[in-house]
C-alpha cells in the first residue's frame, strides 16, 4: 500500500495564478483532509471531508477550494495565488472520525 | 486564541534521559488526546494517544499522561534515544474540530 500520496512535492506559482494539489489514499479512509504547516504555527486545517461527495471548511478555507468526486482523491485548488499562501500543505486520511489520521509527504508551495 | 499550546518550542537532552514534552488546552469539553512525530520532509506520523477516561496510557518507551482537571496533556519518553530527535505536535479537540499545537522540536544528543 502506498498510504497517502501527494502530487505535486513541490511548486513556484506567480500571484493570481491558480492551481490544484492532488491527494490519494489507498486505505478505503472515509474522511480526509487538508492541512497548511506554517513556521511556528502547527498545522491549521483548511477543509475536510466525511466522506464521498462531501466537504467541509475548517480553521482556515479562505482562498481555497476542494472537492472528493471520488473516495480515494481530495483535490485543494487555489483559484488565484497569493503570497500569504506560501506554505507547506498535508493531505491527511482516517478511517473513522478525526482519530489517527495517516499523512501524506507534503506539498511545498511558494508563491512569488 | 491558542486553544491549544505547547509552549516549549525546543527540547535539548542527553541520550538515555527522559523527555518530557508538554501540552496545554483551553477547552474542558474536548475529548480526543493524541501525539504525532513530524521528522523533517516528512508528513506527521501517529504517535500515541489517550482515552479521555483515563489518565495514562504506555506503549514501550512512549507514556502519555492525561490532568483533564488542569487541562495538561505530556509525553514523556524513557529513555531517550537519538532516533527521536523530531518535532512533536500534540492533537486534541472533538469530532469535526481537531486542533494541533505548535509543536516542540526535541532534539536527543548522542
Known amino acids: 500500500n502506498a498510504g497517502v500520496t501527494q502530487t505535486p512535492k513541490f511548486r513556484v506559482l506567480k500571484t493570481g495564478q491558480s492551481m490544484t494539489l492532488l491527494c490519494a489514499q489507498d486505505m478505503n479512509h472515509e474522511y480526509m483532509y487538508w492541512y497548511r504547516q506554517d513556521p511556528g504555527m502547527g498545522l491549521r486545517l483548511i477543509h475536510y471531508s466525511v466522506g464521498e461527495g462531501t466537504t467541509a471548511k475548517g480553521e482556515v478555507p479562505d482562498g481555497y477550494n476542494v472537492s472528493r468526486l471520488k473516495k480515494q482523491n481530495f483535490l485543494l485548488g487555489l483559484e488565484s495565488a497569493a503570497p500569504s499562501q506560501t506554505s507547506v500543505y498535508f493531505c491527511?486520511?482516517?478511517?473513522?472520525?478525526?482519530?489517527?489520521?495517516?499523512f501524506g509527504p507534503g506539498t511545498r508551495l511558494t508563491v512569488t | 486564541d491558542q486553544q491549544v499550546k505547547q509552549n516549549s518550542p525546543s527540547l535539548s537532552v542527553q541520550e538515555g534521559r527522559i523527555s518530557i514534552l508538554n501540552c496545554d488546552y483551553t477547552n474542558s469539553m474536548f475529548d480526543y488526546f493524541l501525539w504525532y512525530k513530524k521528522y523533517p520532509a516528512e508528513g506527521p506520523t501517529f504517535l500515541i494517544s489517550i482515552s479521555s477516561i483515563k489518565d495514562k496510557n504506555e506503549d514501550g518507551r512512549f507514556t502519555v499522561f492525561l490532568n483533564k482537571s488542569a487541562k495538561h496533556l505530556s509525553l514523556h519518553i524513557v529513555p531517550s534515544q537519538p532516533g527521536d530527535s523530531a518535532v512533536y505536535f500534540c492533537?486534541?479537540?472533538?469530532?469535526?474540530?481537531?486542533?494541533f499545537g505548535q509543536g516542540t522540536t526535541l532534539q536527543v544528543k548522542p
Open positions: 492533537l486534541t479537540g472533538n469530532t469535526g474540530k481537531l486542533i
Open positions: 491527511a486520511s482516517s478511517y473513522v472520525t478525526d482519530y489517527e489520521q495517516y
